[in-house]
């Protein structure tokens, strides 16, 4: 009953059914943080965009499909969720949002992603799981600093040969694409973590032996006739394998970031006069 109320007064474009759905956002939050998920909402609340201080800001589940310009406020904003809403395009807004380490995308309407997005030097874990992506977007392979990355559940068929450049990458979601072969330029990359090749068309998978950082792999649900060999220690997930770990959380992902942006705030800053020339 809560959530039909909700979806008729999102229609209502007047201040009190706005105040109705987004509760009172009168002054900053304690935490810096700022939850308006699952509230129907087709506008964003501008009275956010006064909270300059704010540290995550989590938008899931309405009906959002662009941004104000005054978003870009919010020059502190390290978590931004815009899952499960009505973007057709990545509002341009989120690209000058420069500490900004922490972005989903997942479950819109997106087929690409702005090159702007490459200005996110802080970037360290996307996902846009569940789009109409189906290639790899040219700015990925620019996001230097990207260590987390979920693409799972978009139409991608292959991936493209400069991803290996991601030298900071360790995690790769690749679950419910298009692959009907492995993709060989994730052999080039011996810095990975974890891959993701979940319920895909791969038929043969080669050795994994020679990714020294590698600690799980998943590939089940994949028509193969073989399962990828892999250094001792290293768990699969898949035919002739017992264990089946579950992905992280997004919540656990975050509490990661968390620690090494408090161990980053942690370190001595070096005065000026101890600078080397």
């Known amino acids: 009953m809560g959530n039909t109320i909700k979806g008729i007064i999102a229609f209502i474009p007047s201040k009190k059914c706005q105040e109705f759905l987004t509760g009172e ?64 395009a990545v509002p341009l807004v989120v690209c000058r949002l420069s500490q900004l380490c922490i972005l989903y995308l997942g479950n819109n309407r997106l087929r690409n992603l702005p090159s702007e997005l490459s200005r996110l030097d802080n970037l360290h874990t996307l996902w846009i799981e569940y789009n109409y992506f189906t290639e790899m977007p040219d700015v990925i392979c620019q996001l230097k600093h990207l260590k987390t990355f979920h693409a799972g559940c978009n139409p991608i068929r292959q ?8 030298k900071e990458l360790r995690t790769l979601w690749l679950s419910g694409i298009l692959l009907s072969d492995f993709p060989r330029v994730l052999l080039e990359m011996p810095f990975l973590e974890v891959i993701d090749l979940d319920r895909n068309g791969i038929r043969v998978f080669p050795s994994l032996r020679r990714l020294p950082a590698l600690k799980l792999v998943i590939y089940d649900h994949n028509p193969c006739s073989n399962a990828p060999r892999v250094a001792k220690g290293v768990r699969r997930v898949g035919n002739w394998s017992e264990e ?34």
């Open 159 to 166: 991936l493209p040969k400069e991803l290996k450049e991601l």
């Open 244 to 277: 089946s770990p579950e992905p992280k959380k997004r919540s656990e992902i975050e509490q990661e970031i968390e620690k090494i942006m408090e161990n980053k705030d942690s370190q001595p800053v070096a005065k000026e006069e101890d600078t080397p020339q």
């Open 25 to 88: 956002l009168e002054e900053m939050p304690i935490d810096k943080m700022v939850d308006l998920s699952c509230n129907q909402l087709r506008r964003f609340p501008l009275q956010v965009c006064s909270f300059t201080e704010l540290l995550k800001l989590y938008l899931s589940d309405n009906n959002l499909n662009s941004l104000p310009p005054e978003l870009e406020l919010l020059q502190k904003l390290q978590i931004l969720a815009l899952d499960f809403n009505n973007f057709k």
